[in-house]
């Protein structure tokens, strides 16, 4: 079995990099109105013992930000080489929530971006070598240290139907395995072009991928979503259509996915590996639309 290398998706994501930062004024566009109120960005630094930093962490305030009111959250992860600031500043998705969110077609919502630490390079090519990944100390962090201080720090809605997690490419793989592996953590995941070490999950690839601690293939699949509390899972899933490198991957694991009776959203878009402006709210609105 063939499997990507994840060096390629290291260099993919740069290039993807690239693509962002060549737009006009460092910004994609919004085609929506912008709104007058003013949402906030605050910027924290959330200690943790797993990565062995204090993290830095941007959070995102819509305007009006009441204490008194509990917002559904999603964690958004930034791709490879790039930092905590990729979603704002070079995607403009604050923007693209402003709009939404003063249209009235999008619930107001927090929006957490952390620096998305990579593992060390031993760890990489161990996941080249074999194509599987195990608990990351992204993983950690996110689960056990960061969401537990936003719920403390925030007026967050602290249950998986409020709280939503998604990434672009390495940000993408991370948001897949982190929400695939707490689904009483996260009710919806996103996973744009997810940089994915695997292009087959037939078979019982999908559940040593997965399972890196218990890799015994289910029983009956039909079942799976059942039996591994994924039943109420909803997950988007998106790459390009042409040079993308991780789009073979993409689309088996989306049929692995189905197969199992978990619910994705599958679809290509007409790039290469990167971030579509014209797919930004259709993000937001998958997590929090109006409803």
Known sequence: MRRKSLCAGMVAAALALWWLCGLPAGRMAVAAEQSAAASTVVRLSVPSRHTGIAMPVLVYLPAGYDAGVAYPVWYGLHGYSTTQSMWLTHAGIGDVADALIAQGSLRPLMMVFPLTRYDSAKTIRADMADGERGASQM????????????DAHYATQAAPEGRFIGGFSMGGLFALQIGLHHPALFGKIGAYSPALTKDDFGGAAFDVWLNYDNPTPAADVRD??????????????????????????????????????VAVRFAQHGGGHTLQADRLAGYLLFYAGKE
């Open 139 to 150: 993983e950690r962090f996110v689960c056990e240290e960061l969401v537990p201080y936003i």
């Open 224 to 261: 799976y979503a059942c039996t591994h509390g994924l039943a109420g899972l909803q997950i988007d899933l998106d790459c390009g259509a042409a040079g993308d490198p991780f789009a073979a991957g993409a689309a088996s694991l989306a049929q692995a996915l189905q197969a199992r009776g």
